[in-house]
């Protein structure tokens, strides 16, 4: 439970936690000039917390993003406010997000103080851009009249489903409703970003991918392949920046290093700055994670030893999935493995038995004929490189919302 005494939030608290973060939170090498550059969809962060540009957005993004997943009613409004005025500036929501409370408390914000809204470059997920009415929806609960990207989701190489989704965005943006396009992975992370590569290398402007799948110096004790595999990725990373594409990191395990403190979340957070992302994107769920990251020094290069970067990054993904779509690639039966290991990780790993829920209702409309599906066989749990994947997992995660 949430103790909402310690997270209540004074203008003293606020003013404090400014100028600590002020004092530590200098500029880097990637970061000069970023305030000087004009930006026509934004305001600078505030000077003090680190920034880069947000590829052709050429939005200067601070290096850790308020990911809205856990903020809900009165007390997520307060703390998303005071993680604004504490300089975070890209928030991200979606309509699922708590059962739908994380849109209205992020909206409450912006009806209260319409300043607030543009000081922040706005994320919002999208399930069905083919939808139209979609955008509309969400933007009415977000009290804005546009988001800044729309991130839809795109979890296989399908280039069909790529298309369609550029032609409704490009149609959005052409409405105004928003300002650049992108995508968010969760599923055959390399392929797809190789289709994008290699289709639509200039058509998204912001993708949000997965950084577990980051290099670990642990790879060559793990299965065949699982090295190759990463490094693929970090070159498909760096394929996607080399074409002005702004990358945003989720799920690298760095709602973990948060909640274990500064001594751990600095170094996981440089490692993924350094990797190639351009943000990390993170749950942030109190006010104390507030002036956590607003201590901290993310200037990059890192000054700190690269061992002691790679040891925190590694711990925090030690067994993690690394959303490759190994597992799915392998079911003889279709079943969407790689979907319901994310949706046990939300339940098992992170303590998030509502947006499991969620989740799966938005993925498996009927639970018993997916546990039918699944014949009990090894084959996803040969493939998984991570070892999350197996039919008992599939069948208590099927069982288990059923």
């Not at 409405?175 to 055959?188: A, E, P, S, Y």
């Not at 996607?240 to 709602?255: E, H, N, P």
Request: aromatic share 4%.
């Amino acid at each position: 439970m949430i103790d909402r005494n310690r997270n209540q939030v004074t203008r003293r608290e606020l003013l404090r936690s400014t100028v600590v973060g002020a004092a530590a939170g200098g500029l880097g090498p990637l970061a000069a000039g970023v305030w000087a550059a004009e930006s026509a969809t934004s305001r600078p962060a505030i000077p003090g917390l680190p920034a880069g540009v947000l590829g052709r957005t050429k939005y200067p993004v601070t290096r850790i993003s308020f990911g809205a997943i856990r903020i809900s009613d009165r007390l997520g409004t307060r703390i998303l406010k005071a993680a604004i005025d504490a300089g975070i500036n890209l928030v991200h929501t979606a309509a699922n997000y708590v059962g739908g409370k994380s849109m209205r408390a992020v909206g409450d914000l912006f009806k209260a103080d319409r300043s607030y809204r543009d000081k922040v470059f706005l994320c919002v997920k999208s399930y069905h851009p083919e939808n139209e009415g979609e955008i509309d929806g969400l933007l009415e609960k977000l009290n804005t009249d546009h988001a800044d990207v729309q991130l839809t989701e795109l979890h296989e190489a399908d280039r069909k489903r790529m298309e369609r989704i550029l032609a409704t965005q490009m149609e959005l943006k052409r409405q105004g409703k928003i300002r650049h396009t992108g995508f968010v992975c969760h599923g055959d992370m390399n392929a797809v970003i190789e289709m994008v590569l290699k289709h639509a290398p200039t058509a998204f402007d912001v993708a949000l991918v997965s950084t577990a799948m980051l290099p670990t110096s642990r790879d060559r004790t793990g299965k065949s392949g699982t090295t190759e595999m990463r490094a693929r990725f970090l070159e498909n990373l760096r394929a996607l920046r080399a074409r002005d594409v702004g990358i945003l990191s989720m799920k690298s395990g760095a709602k973990d290093a948060l909640e274990k403190g500064a001594a751990v979340f600095q170094p996981h957070a440089k490692a993924v700055l350094e990797a190639g992302a351009d943000s990390v994107l993170t749950s942030i769920s109190t006010v104390d994670q507030v002036a956590l990251i607003r201590s901290l020094d993310l200037r990059l290069p890192s000054p700190a030893p690269a061992g002691r970067r790679a040891a925190a990054f590694d711990a925090e993904r030690s067994g993690a999935c690394l959303m490759c779509a190994s597992c799915r690639r392998a079911c003889p039966q279709g079943v969407p493995v790689n979907d319901l290991m994310r949706i046990r990780m939300y339940h098992d790993e992170y303590g998030w038995p509502d947006h499991a829920l969620s989740e799966f209702r938005a993925i498996v409309p009927d639970a018993r004929s997916l546990a039918a599906r699944c014949t009990g066989c090894s084959a996803c749990a040969a493939a998984c490189p991570a070892g999350c994947a197996s039919a008992a997992a599939v069948q208590r995660i099927a069982a288990m919302f059923a």
